[in-house]
């Protein structure tokens, strides 16, 4: 069983936009947060999005705010990430999460227990 599947990565230029897609299996869903890691050649897993599924509160990374949004499809189960004006430092693997207690939003990749497979975005200059 699958229970995250990204779907929307690809290769685009800088400025350009992409919007990547987690569909969710109802476990996964029915955990309190669910959010986006990504992970650059040589570099730590960074978390750049997260959103409170209950509330609907967003958190960005520093890295991306203003540039990336977050959004859900309660109905079909599905995370967004509508990501704009590109850059080449936005090469990575992303990650669809989800989990969370729902008292401490979480930050760390340890605090969630659903992780998808994964999927490449890659920004020219």
């Known amino acids: 069983q699958v229970d995250l599947a990204e779907s929307g990565g690809g290769s685009v230029q800088a400025g350009g936009s992409l919007r990547l897609s987690c569909a969710a299996s109802a476990y996964a869903y029915s955990a309190y947060y669910m959010g986006w890691f990504r992970q650059a050649p040589g570099k730590e897993r960074e978390l750049v999005a997260r959103l409170s599924l209950l509330v609907g509160t967003p958190y960005y990374s520093d890295s991306v705010k203003g540039r990336f949004t977050i959004s859900q499809d309660v109905a079909k189960r599905t995370l967004y990430l509508q990501m704009d004006s590109l850059k080449p430092d936005d090469t990575a693997i992303y990650y669809c999460?989800?989990?969370?207690?729902?008292?401490?939003?979480?930050?760390?990749?340890?605090?969630?227990?659903?992780w998808g497979q994964g999927t490449q975005v890659t920004v020219s200059s």
């Open positions: 999460v989800a989990g969370g207690t729902g008292n401490v939003a979480p930050m760390a990749e340890s605090e969630f227990g659903y």
